[in-house]
């Protein structure tokens, strides 16, 4: 079974109902299905608290959602390594070189983001969410 890292872009997608959601819906709706599993580091959901409370949404709006998402998918911890490991990388974004170094210490099998051209010094296959799913239908 495939271990999907998600991407904080993956989320908001589903979340705001951006464009790619019909594809972050249907990887969560195959990891519903035991089909995948899916983490995603604890601090996006920092990000995305952030970013929900910036649009409007209440705390307990908010927390609700994480609560459902969190059912299908698995916040896993960011170390002291990945963030050493981020630091002294060839990544032009933090905040992705953070993301990276998240999949890799939790093996996971593919990286899925909606901006795959951040993640051209990754070590692990990266995907945008319409390839994961075309690939796997």
Do not use: C, W
């Amino acid at each position: 079974m495939d271990r999907l890292y998600l991407d904080t872009n993956v989320i908001l997608d589903y979340l705001q109902k951006r464009p790619n959601a019909i594809f972050a819906e249907k990887i969560l709706l195959m990891a519903h299905k035991n089909q995948v599993s899916l983490i995603t580091s604890v601090l996006n959901f920092a990000t995305i608290y952030y970013i929900e409370k910036r649009r409007g949404h209440t705390t307990k709006k908010i927390l609700e959602r994480f609560r459902l998402i969190n059912m299908v998918i698995s916040p896993v911890d960011q170390t002291a390594q990945s963030y050493k490991s981020a630091l002294i990388s060839k990544f032009l974004d933090f905040e992705d070189a953070l993301q990276h170094f998240a999949a890799i210490e939790s093996k996971s099998t593919f990286l899925i983001t909606g901006n795959k051209k951040d993640f051209i010094h990754s070590v692990i296959p990266v995907l945008t969410t319409q390839e994961y799913v075309m690939k796997n239908n």
